[in-house]
Antibody, heavy 121, light 107 residues
Framework: QVQLVQSGAEVKKPGASVKVSCKAS????????MHWVRQAPGQGLEWMGV????????IYAHKFQGRVTMTRDTSTSTVYMELSSLRSEDTAVYYC??????????????WGQGTLVTVSS | DIQMTQSPSSLSASVGDRVTITCRAS??????LNWYQQKPGKAPNLLIY???SLQSGVPSRFSGSGSGTDFTLTISSLQPEDFATYYC?????????FGGGTKVEIK
C-alpha cells in the first residue's frame, strides 16, 4: 500500500533552516510528482511547491522562492523540503502529498502524516 | 493567483441532515476542482476530484457539482464520522490554491 512517512517534529530558532523528509513506498517513486503543503496552527492549507522525482525539476510558490529547496533521492525514494531563514510565521505542520492526475484535474491522493515545525527563540 | 472562497466558514448540523458547502473561484476554472476532508490532527483526505468524481473508497453520500466559478459539496445524510473541516482546491492554474475551509460541527 502507498505510504508517505515524514520525519519527526522540529524546533528551530529564527533565522535557522529546517529540512523535512518524506519517504515513499508502495508505488513507483519516479512516476508521481510530490508536493509540499503547509498548515499554520488553526489555519488553512498553503501550497509551497512541487518536485518531479524523476528528473528533479521543481516549481515553487512565489512566496517561498529563494527560501525553499526541494530535492529527492531516488535510491531511497525520499523527497526533502528545506526552508531557510525561518521566522515565527513559519510555525506550521508541513505535509508532503502525492499528485494524482485524473479527468484533467490534479489533486493529492496520498499525504504524509505531517511534520510540525516550531520556530521560537 | 486564483482565490477560492468557501461558505459558510462553519456550520452546525445533526446526524442525518443534508449538508451543502459552496466554493467560489475568482475566475473560471472549468471543472478543475477537488474537495478534501480533514479531521483534527490528521492529513487531508481527497473526497471528490474534477468537481464531481468520487475518489475510490469514499462513501456515496458525498457528491460534488459545479463548473466554471461555482461549486458545491453535498453530504446527503450526515454521519458521526463526517464531522470535520472541508476544503476545496483548484488545479486550473499554478499555484494550486485552497479555500479557507468549512468546519462541520455537531448540533
Amino acid at each position: 500500500q502507498v505510504q508517505l512517512v515524514q520525519s519527526g517534529a522540529e524546533v528551530k530558532k529564527p533565522g535557522a533552516s529546517v529540512k523535512v523528509s518524506c519517504k515513499a513506498s508502495g508505488y513507483t517513486f519516479t512516476s508521481y510528482y510530490m508536493h509540499w503543503v503547509r498548515q499554520a496552527p488553526g489555519q488553512g492549507l498553503e501550497w509551497m511547491g512541487v518536485i518531479n522525482p524523476s528528473g528533479g525539476s521543481t516549481i515553487y510558490a512565489h512566496k517561498f522562492q529563494g527560501r525553499v529547496t526541494m530535492t529527492r533521492d531516488t535510491s531511497t525514494s525520499t523527497v526533502y523540503m528545506e526552508l531557510s531563514s525561518l521566522r515565527s510565521e513559519d510555525t506550521a505542520v508541513y505535509y508532503c502529498a502525492r499528485e494524482v492526475a485524473a479527468a484533467g484535474t490534479v489533486g493529492f491522493d496520498y499525504w504524509g502524516q505531517g511534520t510540525l515545525v516550531t520556530v521560537s527563540s | 493567483d486564483i482565490q477560492m472562497t468557501q461558505s459558510p466558514s462553519s456550520l452546525s448540523a445533526s446526524v442525518g441532515d443534508r449538508v451543502t458547502i459552496t466554493c467560489r473561484a475568482s475566475q473560471g476554472i472549468n471543472n478543475y476542482l477537488n474537495w478534501y476532508q480533514q479531521k483534527p490532527g490528521k492529513a487531508p483526505n481527497l473526497l471528490i476530484y474534477a468537481a464531481s468524481s468520487l475518489q475510490s473508497g469514499v462513501p456515496s453520500r458525498f457528491s460534488g457539482s459545479g463548473s466554471g466559478t461555482d461549486f458545491t459539496l453535498t453530504i446527503s445524510s450526515l454521519q458521526p464520522e463526517d464531522f470535520a473541516t472541508y476544503y476545496c482546491q483548484q488545479s486550473y492554474s499554478t499555484p494550486p490554491t485552497f479555500g479557507g475551509g468549512t468546519k462541520v460541527e455537531i448540533k
